[in-house]
């Protein structure tokens, strides 16, 4: 099993910055992607940003490309979102996942493992 502990969601105005944590525990050698994924009310999960956790490709929804950076610290089993010039739209519960190797990186079917999320909220 794997655990993931979402951190640094909040209350931000629209153009703002946002970082993101969030720290794998237990069996995080079973970890070959970390996925980023948020979800609006009333809208389904959709994938925001992607790495893989022992190698440097990363994986970005266009709708985030240029603004947002994904990054990690496998020293301290935790993977980041560095969120630049939100808008009132991105206002969603964010979502770190988890899961093996030979899946579809942006496909929240193919996680295993879910944070609790975290509340971002994104004022005009």
């Known amino acids: 099993q794997v655990q993931l502990v979402e951190s640094g969601g909040g209350l931000v105005q629209a153009g703002g910055s946002l970082r993101l944590s969030c720290a794998a525990s237990?069996?995080?050698?079973?970890?070959?992607?970390m996925g980023w994924f948020r979800q609006a009310p009333g809208k389904e999960r959709e994938f925001v940003a992607g790495a893989m956790w022992s190698g440097s490709r990363t994986f970005y929804a266009d709708s985030v490309k240029g603004r947002f950076l994904i990054s990690k610290d496998n020293a301290k089993n935790t993977v980041y979102l560095q969120m630049n010039t939100l808008n009132p739209e991105e206002t969603a519960v964010y979502y770190c996942?988890?899961?093996?190797?030979?899946?579809?990186?942006?496909?929240?079917?193919?996680?295993?493992?879910w944070g609790q999320g975290t509340q971002v909220t994104v004022s005009s």
């Open positions: 237990g069996r995080t050698a079973n970890i070959y992607y």
């Open positions: 996942a988890a899961t093996g190797p030979y899946r579809v990186p942006a496909a929240a079917k193919e996680y295993d493992y």
